[in-house]
C-alpha cells in the first residue's frame, strides 16, 4: 500500500470559518510533509514532520496549524484565512531522514481550498 | 542546497521517446536523483530516483552523468497520458538533508 489519503478533497471556506485538512498513511513512514500549491506553480514546502514532532515550519503563517497526533495523521487547522490562501494543499509521506536509506515521498491527490 | 534546472517545456511525439534533461551542477556525493511528475490537478507522483548509476523501472529510465552533474530520464514510449510536468530533485537522505524542494519543472506535452 504506497497510499497518502487526503480529505477533504475540496473545502470551500469563510475568512471567519475554523476547518481542519486531514492526512492519513499507513506506510510506516516517519517523516510527513504539508505542500501548498498554487495554480500553475510548482508545489511549495510548508512544513515537516520527523518522528511526529515539526522539524521544518518554513515560515508559514499562524493562520495555519499543523498538528501531528500519531505517525499516521497529519492535520492542518486553518484559522481566519484570507482569499489569497485558496490553493491546492498536498500531504506527503516518506522514510524518515537520518535512517541513511535512499527513499521517495509518496503524495496524496490534495484538497483543493477555497477561501471565500 | 544543490539546485536543478530543467527546459520549461518540451514537446515529443507518441510513440517517440521522450528525453527530459536536468542539470545538478552543485550536487553533493551524498544526494540523490529523483524525479516525480504532476499530472493536471493531481498530485505529484514518484518515478524514479538514483545515485550515481543509471536506472530502470516499469515507467522510466535515468541516466546519469559520470561527474552526475546532469540527468535524462527517458520514457521510453511516450503516450498522451504521459503529458504532464516534470519535476527533477536532488535530495540528501541523511540527517540534515534537505527536503523534496520542487523547482519549476517542465512540461511535457505528447502530441498525437
Known amino acids: 500500500d504506497t497510499e497518502v489519503t487526503q480529505t477533504p478533497k475540496h473545502l470551500v471556506m469563510g475568512m471567519t470559518n475554523k476547518k481542519s485538512l486531514k492526512c492519513e498513511q499507513h506506510m510506516g513512514h516517519r517523516a510527513m510533509y504539508w505542500y501548498k500549491q498554487k495554480a500553475k506553480k510548482p508545489p511549495e514546502l510548508m512544513f515537516v514532520y520527523s518522528y511526529e514532532k515539526l522539524s521544518i515550519n518554513e515560515s508559514v503563517p499562524s493562520r495555519f496549524s499543523p498538528e501531528c497526533p500519531n505517525s499516521s495523521l497529519l492535520n492542518l487547522h486553518l484559522h481566519a484565512l484570507q482569499p489569497e490562501d485558496s490553493a491546492l494543499y498536498l500531504c506527503?509521506?516518506?522514510?524518515?531522514?537520518?535512517?541513511?536509506?535512499?527513499?521517495?515521498?509518496?503524495f496524496g491527490q490534495g484538497t483543493r481550498l477555497t477561501v471565500v | 542546497d544543490a539546485k536543478t534546472t530543467q527546459p520549461p517545456s518540451m514537446d515529443c511525439a507518441e510513440g517517440r521517446a521522450a528525453n527530459l534533461p536536468c542539470n545538478h551542477s552543485?550536487?553533493?556525493?551524498?544526494?540523490?536523483v529523483y524525479w516525480y511528475r504532476q499530472i493536471h490537478s493531481q498530485g505529484p507522483q514518484y518515478i524514479i530516483h538514483g545515485l550515481k548509476n543509471n536506472e530502470t523501472n516499469e515507467m522510466a529510465s535515468l541516466i546519469i552523468t559520470e561527474d552526475r552533474k546532469s540527468s535524462t530520464l527517458i520514457l521510453p514510449h511516450a503516450t498522451l497520458r504521459d503529458t504532464a510536468v516534470y519535476y527533477c530533485?536532488?535530495?540528501?537522505?541523511?540527517?540534515?538533508?534537505?527536503?523534496?524542494?520542487f523547482g519549476p519543472g517542465t512540461r511535457l506535452s505528447v502530441l498525437p
Open positions: 552543485t550536487i553533493s556525493g551524498n544526494e540523490y
Open positions: 530533485i536532488v535530495r540528501a537522505t541523511t540527517s540534515g538533508g534537505q527536503n523534496f524542494v
Open positions: 506527503a509521506s516518506s522514510q524518515a531522514l537520518g535512517i541513511n536509506k535512499n527513499t521517495e515521498a509518496f
